[in-house]
Structures are given as C-alpha cells and as structure tokens.
C-alpha cells in the first residue's frame, strides 16, 4: 500500500493544540508543504525541514525529521526504503529561482529507529535562475505500469517538467532530459489511475492568509510525457486545469494535493489550507475525501455533523429503529370533501412515538422513509475518541434522544438507550470515490475483525465485510 | 511553494530605476528566443488561432504591492490614467519612441514563435523592469470579409484590458495566470479590412505574458486572417 500525501500550512508548530471537530485535524496540524507516508504512523514533512507525526492520521504532533531545509518535500516507498525528494531553496521567496531538487534515502522515518539514517543527498534537477522553470516543489510516481521512476517539478516560474530517476539509485536517469508538461502551476502531483496519468498542480498565490487564491486543478494524459488535458481538451501547457477543490468549509486556498489510496474504493486527498478561518486564519493541514467523477478526481467532503436519513444504496430504504409504525393523523385519500379549507397537517414528532416505543434495546431495520422520528438520526462527533485519517469518529442517535446505534458481538446492529461512549457506539464514516459512503463501528465486541453496515436484505442490515463493488456497503445521508 | 503575491515591489511609479536582477547569472540578457523582428511578410494565426505578431510597448513601471489588488476599479483606473499622446488609437510603428513621465519607451515590433506573448522576457530580455510594470501591445488584424458574432478570447499573467475597434471587449480583473480562452468577449463584429487589436497589461510579481485569438460563433478559432502592425 503506496500512502503518500502532499499537505502543508505555515513552518510554525504552535503549541496551540486545537479541539475542533468533524473538519479539521486535531493536535499541532500547522507545518508547511509536507509529504505524509504512511508506515504503521503517518509521517507528514513540510518545508523547512522536520514534520509532524500521527498514529491514527487524525491527531498530530512534531516529531518527523527531514534534513535539508529547503521547501515541499515528497516522500515515496520503494521497496524497502524511503525515498525523499525536496527543494533546497525557497522558490521565488527571496526573488531568486536558481533551484535544486535532491533526492536522499531512509531505511525508516521513525526518528527513534536505529534504522534511521538519511543517505547523502545527491542533485536530480535544477534550474539556473533564468530560464523558465524553478527546480523546487517536487513530487514521485512510481509507474505502476512499467516501474519507472518520475519526478514532476517547477512553480509558477515557468514550466513544470517531468524528469525519470533510476528508482534503484534514486538519482536522475542517465541520459534523460527534462519535458515541459505544464505551465502557471505549483506544488504538482502525478498520480496514475485506470490507464490515466493525472497531473495536479496549484493554481493562485499562497501565503496571503484569508486573501490567498490557491486552488488545486488537474490535467491528464494517456502517457506519462502528456500532453495533459483538461475536460474541454485543453493542454495545462497553455493554462488548461480542471478544479479539483477550491475554498469551501471556513478553508480558503487549499493547495499542495496529495493522493492517499487506504483501500480500494476509499481514497483520500491531502493538501493544505492557506487560511482556517476556525483557527486564527492559520494554514493548516487538511484531508478530504477524494471522488472520482467521470474519470475525474474531485475533493468530497468531509461529514458534517446533523440529522439525517441513513439511506441504503441497495434498495435506497432508510435505516430505523424496530418500532412499530405509528399512523399519523390527516385521513384517508376517500370521501374527502373539496370544499373544506386547505391546511397543513404537522409532521409526527418525537414526544408523539416516543413513549410507545420500548425503553431497553431496539432492534434496527429498513424500509422506505417516511421522515418519522424513528428514521431519523443525529450524527455528531464524539470528542476524545481518537480517529482515522480525515475524521474522528461519531455518535449516531436516534434525533432528540440518547439511544444510541452500536454494533453487537454477533456483528448485528442494535440501539442502547443511552450513548456510554463504548467503542461499539463509535462510528468511522467515510466518503468513497463515488460518493457514497461507508459506516464502520470502530470496534465489534469481542472481535478484531473491522465490519461495516451493509444491507443484507432491502430491509435488514448487518455488519460484514465492506464491498466496495457491493451497494450494499454503501449509504448516503440525505437531508429533508 | 511559492509566495507571489506579497513580494513587495515599491518602485516609485514611472520612474527609471535599474532593471531587476534575478540572477547573478544574467550577465547576458536578450529577447531571444522567445521573440523575433516582425517581418511585413504574410503572416496567419498559428494553427490554433492565435495571434503572434504584436507591437509592444516597454513596460512602464508601476507600484504594485500584490496582485491581489487587481480589481476592475482598480484596473479601470489604471488603463484611464493618461500615459501617452493617442494611446487609445494609436498604432505605433516600431522603435517609435514616446515618454512616460521619466521613463523614455519604446514600441518594439516583435513576434512571438510560441502562442503566448511572453512580456517577462520582453522586459527582461531589454533590461526593463520585469515586476510592477504595465504594458501595452497592439496588432492589426485584417479580416477578407465582415464577420459577425466573433469573440475575442484572451488569457493573461495579470490584470488585462483588451479592445477591439476602440471598443472595450475583455476585461481579466483579479489575480490570474495566463489560462487560454480564459476570458472571452460578448459577441463583435470583425471589419472586413483592418481591426485594431489593443491591450494594456499590468502585473505585480509574475511572468506576465498573455495570448489571444479570436472565435467563431461555433467557437472554432479564426484562422483566415493576416496579422500586421500597420
């Protein structure tokens, strides 16, 4: 599993340590131009040097060590080895663009390891301050079609070019020069997908807090060398992107985009944010669910908190509580008499059902959704329960009660009277790339085995194994 | 990672000055190969429609603290300011000379072998400011006959105006990078004979550069028509 992620905020690790739910990353999220690698932790690298480190990918912390300075690293898993990639200078940032990009390796990126030791540092590009390209902001695909080794780089200065390495030495490719493959971008990725090669870059300017216009778009192309296309069959050689995420949640100017591949079917994206505006206008680092929409990737969104129907992608039947169905007033369709006055008819409350329904467990089941108080469901984050990458985990309650949704040991659903917090009330939800998502209890008692809420009949849910391939893994949240 | 727009360029506005240094490795500055002498011969659009032959003024120097600033106000009042006799109507004849306020310019008839106008290197290459600049480029286009519901479509590294006849088309306020077709006019009439193409262009920190063409109404590129400065 290839986990690389680009992210970034600004170089200052505050000793903030920040609360926020249901968006943001917990912890010290601020660092500036990482690169996230997964090995048991998550490793995120920022400009300057060092990083942050998290076990779960929700809290993070310092502690990941880069030398070097220089500006956005890239980090890829070759083998056995990790192979980090950087800038050593800073862009235009003091108005110089003679860069240089190295490549070194590390056995490790645990800092405690004894592994742990960089190789020396050896030049796989540069650019000589003039000419059209700034040799920083690099970025690694490995092909997975033929194993070769590709470095994209450049800013706004220019070009963007693509390099090959050797992936056995991690230097430049003997012979190998380098291709323009796009202009006007910053902060490239290059990423392989279904017999595409995506090339995402950073549109806008940086580093102006609330005011900065960075925004993430991306091109493709068939070969690795491009051209690179848009939607509209635009080259990015000539300014050609399609946006991928621009600013949206109180997060202005996302830039740096990393892919994040956990299973398939469940991608996320990294990147930061230039300005939170829930955290003092800071950058920050941000992780989002990833879609792919036509053959598109797209930035999802994280789950926002509320109430909603839990709709089944199966047969599209709405997760309830097993209580019997309660009629509500407004007569049959028969015998009605048009002359009477039009008037609204409320809708069935709680405080209507609520005493008719029993006050130990309840069952869960499905049908088709009738918006009554047993279909509907809170949705809220559970502070302190730790998380997994992009979120933490929630509680799901039937709306303006305590009874809670939990899995049993017998991987079957049921609803407790009151939330306790129990590992079985916590539910991961992420957004798959297509835009469903998937529910998963953080733990089914007395197993390690990691199930999620599947339809095993139109009107019977379980937990199982997740299929990605299955509507039956996958549900929606539908506000009404 | 790139900070563009916070680069402080406090040049005082319309002044000489020493060009910008990027490098100590600039000993040698020139225009080429990003652009070459016009030339009266023939010349079409290029195979995608756009227009590579222009008359370009040298850049005049602005003060811009970030590119942030280019709203349309902004831009309006910037390309209302009075810099030069006609410079609405004018169409200069290479190394036509004119002064802009301590600044003594020059009209460089030139062509550009790559579909963008690259006025970073224009700049650079002459020894000019290369930030905090404005310009100014015009072009003749001459259409063999009236073409109704064309559209100007222009993309630029900076806030831009373009007209055409005289008449205001495209307006790119805000902080942009040169996009192709990024803005595009409402629908024009292309003269048979002569039109007049003319832009102004002003960028902060940037590679400032622009491209244009025109598009049918099925929004194909123009290609039958002849590109001179006269």
Not at chain 1, 92 to 103: F, R, V, Y
Not at chain 1, 106 to 128: G, H, I, Q, R
Not at chain 2, 79 to 104: I, S
Request: glycine letters at 10%; charged letters at 20%; hydrophobic letters at 35%.
């Amino acid at each position: 599993m290839k986990l690389i992620v680009k992210v970034i905020s600004t170089i200052t690790l505050s000793s903030i340590l920040l609360t926020r739910q249901g968006i943001a990353q917990i912890g010290k999220p601020f660092i500036h131009d990482p690169s996230t690698e997964c090995d048991g932790k998550y490793y995120t690298f920022g400009t300057g040097g060092g990083g942050l480190i998290s076990d779960d990918g929700w809290t993070w912390n310092g502690g990941a060590v880069r030398p070097g300075g220089g500006a956005a690293p890239d980090i890829l898993k070759i083998g056995d080895r990790y192979l980090v990639v950087y800038g050593a200078t800073g862009g235009g940032l003091a108005g110089g663009h003679n860069g240089k990009i190295l490549t070194m390796w590390n056995k490790t990126l645990d800092p405690k390891s004894p592994d742990f030791k960089y190789s020396e540092a050896v030049v796989v590009a540069s650019s000589d301050g003039i000419e059209d390209n700034d040799s920083i902001d690099p970025s690694l695909l490995l092909d997975p079609t033929d194993g070769k080794l590709w470095l994209t780089y450049g800013t706004y200065w220019g070009y963007i070019r693509l390099v090959e390495l050797d992936p056995k030495t991690g230097k430049r490719a003997e012979g190998n020069k380098p291709l323009n493959i796009a202009i006007d971008c910053e902060a490239t990725d290059l990423i392989y997908r279904d017999g595409w090669y995506y090339l995402l870059g950073t549109h806008g300017t940086c580093c102006d807090g609330p005011n900065s216009t960075y925004n993430i778009i991306v091109g493709r192309s068939k070969k690795v060398s491009g051209p690179y296309l848009d939607n509209i069959g635009r080259e990015m050689l000539k300014g050609g992107g399609k946006l991928v995420v621009a600013a949206r949640d109180r997060l202005i100017g996302p830039g740096h985009f990393g892919r994040i591949i956990l299973e398939t079917g469940v991608e996320k994206m990294s990147c930061h944010y230039e300005a939170d505006l829930d955290q003092s206008a800071r950058s920050v680092l941000g992780i989002r669910p990833l879609l792919w929409k036509n053959g598109w990737p797209v930035a999802g969104d994280n789950f926002k908190e509320g109430t909603y129907e839990i709709e089944s992608e199966r047969r599209g039947y709405a997760l309830q509580i097993a209580v019997d169905f309660t009629r509500m007033p407004g007569g049959m369709r028969f015998n009605r008499n048009n002359d009477e006055p039009i008037k609204p008819v409320p809708s069935q409350e709680l405080a209507d059902v609520v005493k008719t329904w029993p006050a130990g467990n309840i069952g869960v089941n499905l049908s088709d959704y009738m918006f009554r108080p047993h279909q509907k469901w809170t949705i809220s984050p559970v502070a302190g329960s730790g998380g997994y990458l992009g979120g933490t985990y929630y509680k799901i309650v039937i709306a303006g009660t305590d009874r809670a949704l939990a899995a049993t040991a017998e991987a079957e659903l049921i609803t407790v009277p009151s939330f306790t917090g129990t590992p079985e009330q916590l539910w991961r939800i992420d957004q798959l790339t297509d835009g469903t998502y998937r529910i998963m209890p953080k733990e089914v008692p007395n197993s390690a085995t990691h199930l999620a809420l599947v339809s095993s009949g139109d009107s019977t849910p379980t937990l199982a194994k997740f299929d990605v391939n299955s509507d039956n893994s996958k549900w929606n949240f539908r506000v009404h | 990672m790139i900070m563009v727009a916070l680069k402080v360029h406090a040049q005082s506005a319309i002044s000489g000055g020493k060009p910008d240094k990027i490098t100590d490795n600039d000993s040698v500055r020139t225009i080429a190969p990003f652009f070459t002498p016009a030339t009266t011969s023939k010349k079409h659009p290029d195979a995608d429609g756009f227009i590579q032959r222009w008359m370009l003024l040298e850049p005049i120097n602005k003060s811009i603290r970030s590119n942030l600033v280019f709203t349309n106000n902004y831009l309006k009042a910037q390309f209302d300011t009075a810099y030069f006799p006609n410079q609405f109507t004018v169409v200069p004849k290479d190394k036509d000379k004119l002064n802009v306020g301590q600044q003594e310019l020059t009209w460089h008839a030139l062509e550009s072998p790559t579909y963008n106008v690259k006025l970073f290197r224009f700049a650079y290459g002459l020894k000019k400011h290369t930030y905090s600049v404005l310009f100014w480029a015009v072009t003749v286009v001459n259409s063999p006959r009236e073409m109704k519901n064309v559209r100007l479509a222009v993309g630029s590294n900076g806030g831009s105006t373009w007209w055409l006849n005289g008449q205001q088309a495209v307006v790119m306020d805000g902080d942009r990078r040169m996009v192709m077709d990024d803005c595009v006019s409402t629908r024009l009439t292309l003269n048979k004979g002569k039109n007049i193409i003319r832009g102004a262009l002003i960028n902060g920190p940037g590679l400032s550069d622009f491209c244009v063409r025109l598009l049918d109404e099925n929004g194909v590129p123009v290609k039958d028509l002849t590109i001179s400065l006269q």
